[in-house]
């Protein structure tokens, strides 16, 4: 019904920059809020950033004065800036969206993934 198509993975050296982006597209009536979650080897999925539908971010601590994430909701696209990358950002980066796809219903939708790998 709702798919997410995330792009702009990469291999980077530490202090360099990468920009992720994640377009929505099907049966959309309307989207909350959009996130990035990333998963390191071993580890647990966890919150990066978020944007409400207004534009009202939150971050993790680990992210925050590094990471911008912004959304064009005419694309409906979300997209995360990333500077000063540090090795510990190694991870798979997911794009979650909260999508209402009619008045009544409303679902939490996953992009596939993608790798973002940082060299020291």
């Known amino acids: 019904q709702v798919q997410l198509v995330e792009s702009g993975g990469g291999s980077v050296q530490a202090g360099g920059s990468l920009r992720l982006s994640c377009a929505a597209s099907?049966?959309?009536?309307?989207?909350?809020?959009m996130g990035w979650y990333r998963q390191a080897p071993g580890k647990q999925r966890e919150l990066v950033a978020s944007?409400?539908?207004?534009?009202?971010?939150n971050y993790a601590d680990s992210v925050k004065g590094r990471f911008t994430i912004s959304r064009d909701n005419t694309k409906n696209t979300v997209y995360l800036q990333m500077n000063s990358l540090k090795p510990e950002d190694t991870a798979v980066y997911f794009c979650n969206a909260d999508v209402r796809i009619s008045v009544l219903t409303r679902n939490a939708y996953w992009g596939q993934g993608t790798q973002v790998t940082v060299s020291s």
């Open positions: 099907g049966r959309i009536f309307m989207i909350n809020a």
């Open positions: 944007i409400a539908s207004g534009g009202t971010t």
